[in-house]
């Protein structure tokens, strides 16, 4: 079957898919999805830093009951050849259960989320630790620095004061300190 001929897919976004938004949509929406928390647990080598010193992006962890808010988008199945591409280093499709703001209704979908098992993986640390890491931190799509503070204000847009995100943006904000324990980490 061609991608032409699958129907719609709605495709949930709690990170740079909120406001990096290139690729086109039929619909969006505010939604939420529910036993998912963000971390920035996830290396990158190819967007906020490079294989040969990784970036720390954002992935989910799962977390009973905690409300994951962001973006849902309706799109045709070609989107998917384009955001598998885009976040190839370590992200993996899951289908799951989209709840939709304000159709009040759930809908199933499709998020990205990279987990333990893959090789870019870089797991938990000191939230100190994770933000002097990413002051230190470029690449190909910009300073790690700045997708940390994109996400923060895109969040508070969306009113979900994701605790684990504000503190990175507090501590990058308030970064002199950071500044020389980068060079220790
Ligand atoms: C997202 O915004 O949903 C997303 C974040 C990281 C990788 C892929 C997708």
């Not at 699958?6 to 969006?28: A, E, H, N, Q």
């Not at 050849?81 to 989209?98: A, P, S, T």
């Not at 620095?145 to 847009?157: I, P, S, T």
């Not at 684990?164 to 950071?178: A, D, G, I, Q």
């Amino acid at each position: 079957m061609k991608n032409s001929e699958v129907k719609p897919t709605w495709l949930f976004g709690y990170g740079s898919l909120i406001y990096k938004v290139d690729f086109p949509y039929l619909r969006s929406e505010q939604a939420s999805i529910t036993g998912w928390q963000r971390r920035f647990w996830q290396g990158s080598q190819d967007h906020r830093g490079t294989p040969e010193q990784p970036g720390r992006v954002v992935t989910l962890v799962p977390a009973a009951k905690v409300v994951c808010k962001g973006i849902a988008y309706l799109v045709e199945n070609s989107v998917f050849d384009h955001l598998d591409h885009r976040e190839k280093n370590g992200y993996q499709r899951l289908e799951i259960d989209i709840a939709l703001l304000n159709e009040q209704q759930k809908v199933s979908g499709i998020l990205y989320v990279a987990d333990e098992h893959n090789p870019a993986y870089l797991g938990a640390a000191r939230i100190r630790d994770i933000a002097a890491h990413i002051a230190g931190s470029h690449g190909p799509s910009g300073s790690n620095r700045d997708y940390v503070l994109q996400l923060a204000e895109a969040l508070r847009d969306l009113g979900d004061m994701d605790p684990h995100v504000f503190k990175l943006e507090s501590l990058l904000r308030s970064n002199n300190t950071l500044q020389t324990e980068t060079a220790r980490v």
